[in-house]
């Protein structure tokens, strides 16, 4: 924190940015607003780094001044005090238009403009920065591709769109002129849960390909722990509580507002954090084809259960039944079924929780599907593995 | 008891339109030029308004006032104030003036409203988006104000067709020209002429609006992409149904 003295006060007018380190792409300083008429300000005193390329969530309840925050960085709010500086730069010192149009950005229910074709939507900055057709034809294109729209919808119209699919227009709208910054405001909270959820595992994958630096807001904290490299909660009238990582904050909240926004429910959140890949899991009864009935009995009992699995060299073909076992030569004369509780390496602990509790057996089986010739096996979970992601 | 004049005429006279087509033909181009010009002038000079009062909001019912007023002066008052004033007189610039003040109302208000149902989102969007106040206005929030502007546009016209015909008092009225001369001479056939064709000028402009506001729309009517006949019919059907809506929705009752 700074301290100011009356001096220094006047002598404000030097931009002098705080020796904002290299890797800082925006710094919010001492940012105030107070709304004309409002008795409290919207947002108070408030200080935040933003790394290059981190998703930063700003989240908090209604009232505290987090899409205030937000419209600041953009200049679509001016604030009362304090200063924006965007790589360095105090952004009160840059033309007002172009510093919006090197700044991408999404707001809910998409925004797009009605009377634009989708394609024309995407290219808004470029034809406001006048870029050449065949330039803007190639950008939308990549950008289709990159978001996984069907090139049938370019010319289109926003309308025949669904929630999804314009919300994901609206974040290829924002990317088309390859800003370094990304602001979304409550980006997902006008579509249903199902699409919501594939929109943030598309937006993760988006922002490992790209690297933008993205300031999310949201009222969602599950969505913030789900997103954000980096979480910011902040109090009614714009007071910063709590600021880090998501694992952090579910691990020692810095306040009973802290503690009671992310939930009574921690522990289990912080599962959403771990993936399956990351977790340590159990080798769970394995035989290959080749065992016989009482081999597959042996390892049956050794690890207590009544089912194994058949693997060949890696390789999942599903498991059999204690039952099943009737004096057959091999294991490979029956028929191995599919599993029903499945989990894959990018799964959360958080899902997996839920696929092991459901299932029969108590557990899920793990398997990486990326590789060719069927599902590599992996292991099993048990409840045991998942307690063991919530405590260490 | 004497009949009275009038029914002694049979209601049209054939003889009369086949000896008069070249003088009906000149009223109708008087007609349709008198409202073009009245709706076009109205037109320019509400959209100046319309914009002051979006950009400076209160301006808006200060503005609309003073076109409430000039939309409740009697016609026949207003021509008696213009007619003595030499700049106007008794012609076509007393004419167009009564019939753009009629105008400026339907226009604003029409106008205004579209503006103010341009979507919140869209708006903010483009202002995040780095588009200039002006910018925005012509390219986001005009077009999206479309719909509106037309429905303005076509109560403006149907409005100014009728009236034309009273613009006859001062010596420029079209088919007014008609009814008057078969008013003062108890000849039925002008009058009927007149009204009828007065009411099929304000019918077939109306009809032109609808298929200019589809030009010029075709985002709102793109819902469902459709290409058989059936389902283009419907969306016709639809953006009729739509149309009237905005006319009993924006239009309050004639003063």
């Not at chain 2, 076509?92 to 208000?109: C, D, K, N, P």
């Not at chain 2, 910018?135 to 986001?140: D, M």
Request: aromatic letters at 6%; a negative charge.
């Amino acid at each position: 924190m700074r301290t100011t003295t009356p001096a220094d006060a006047v002598a404000d007018d030097a931009p002098a940015p705080a020796a904002a380190p290299a890797d800082t792409a925006i710094r919010l300083d001492a940012l105030t607003k107070t709304y004309p008429g409002g008795a409290t300000p919207a947002v108070t005193d408030l200080d935040l780094d933003i790394p290059r390329g981190e998703l930063v969530a700003l989240v908090g309840p209604s009232g505290c001044g987090k899409t205030t925050t937000l419209k600041m960085i953009n200049r679509l709010v001016e604030p009362s005090d304090g200063t924006v500086w965007l790589e360095g730069t105090d952004i009160r010192t840059l033309p007002v238009h172009e510093l919006r149009r090197g700044i991408g950005y999404v707001i809910q229910q998409s925004g797009l403009f009605p009377h634009r074709k989708v394609r024309d939507n995407i290219a808004t900055v470029p034809q406001l920065q006048r870029w050449s057709r065949s330039r803007i034809d190639e950008r939308v294109r990549d950008l289709a591709e990159l978001l996984d729209l069907d090139p049938a919808l370019l010319d289109r119209y926003p309308s025949a769109l669904s929630g999804g699919q314009q919300q994901r227009v609206g974040v290829a709208r924002a990317l088309a002129a390859d800003p370094p910054v990304l602001l979304m405001d409550e980006p997902y909270s006008a579509v249903d849960p199902i699409v919501r959820a594939r929109l943030q595992d598309e937006l993760i994958a988006l922002q490992r390909r790209v690297q933008k630096t993205i300031v999310l807001v949201t009222h969602d904290i599950d969505e913030a722990i789900k997103l954000a490299d980096r979480i910011a909660i902040l109090n009614v009238g714009g007071v910063l509580e709590q600021v880090g990582p998501p694992e952090e904050l579910l691990r020692a909240p810095a306040s009973d507002f802290a503690a009671g926004f992310l939930g009574d429910d921690r522990g289990i959140k912080r599962l959403s954090l771990v993936r399956v890949g990351d977790a340590s899991l159990s080798r769970g009864p394995v035989v290959p084809p080749s065992a016989t009935a009482d081999e597959a009995r042996a390892v049956m009992a050794a690890e207590g259960t009544d089912w194994v699995s058949v693997c060949d060299g890696g390789r999942l073909h599903g498991w059999v039944g204690a039952d099943e076992l009737d004096g057959s030569a091999t294991v490979a004369n029956l028929r191995a079924r599919p599993f029903a509780a499945v989990v894959g390496p990018d799964t959360t602990l958080k899902a997996a929780l839920d696929v092991v509790v459901t299932s029969r057996t108590r557990v899920a089986v793990a398997v990486d599907d990326e590789a060719d010739g069927g599902p590599r096996y992996l292991g099993i979970l048990t409840v045991d593995d998942l307690a063991e992601g919530i405590t260490r | 008891m004497t009949a009275p004049v009038l029914a002694a005429e049979p209601l049209v006279r054939w003889d009369w339109v086949r000896d008069h087509t070249d003088d009906i033909t000149a009223q109708l181009w008087e007609h349709l030029g008198l409202t073009a010009a009245a709706v076009g002038m109205g037109f320019a000079i509400s959209m100046v308004l319309a914009l002051a009062a979006v950009r400076w909001r209160w301006a808006y019912e200060p503005l609309a006032g003073f076109c409430s007023v000039l939309y409740a002066i009697p016609s026949l008052a207003l021509f008696g104030v213009l007619v003595p004033i030499s700049f106007f007189g008794l012609g076509f610039r007393t004419a167009l003036a009564a019939l753009v003040s009629y105008t400026l109302l339907i226009l604003l208000r029409n106008i205004v409203a579209g503006l103010d149902g341009v979507p919140a989102a869209a708006r903010e969007a483009a202002d995040g988006m780095g588009y200039e106040r002006w910018r925005r206005i012509l390219r986001v929030d005009l077009p999206l104000a479309t719909p509106a502007i037309v429905a303005g546009l076509r109560i403006a016209t149907v409005t100014t067709v009728g009236l034309v015909t009273v613009t006859a008092l001062v010596g420029e009225g079209g088919f007014g020209s008609l009814i008057n001369d078969g008013l003062s001479r108890n000849f039925p056939t002008p009058i009927g002429v007149g009204t009828v064709l007065s009411v099929a000028l304000a019918i077939a402009l109306d009809v032109r609006f609808v298929v200019i506001e589809r030009l010029l729309t075709p985002w709102a009517r793109a819902r469902v992409p459709s290409t058989s006949g059936t389902q283009a019919d419907d969306a016709l059907v639809r953006a009729r149904a739509r149309a009237a809506g905005r006319w009993s929705a924006l239009v309050g009752g004639r003063p």
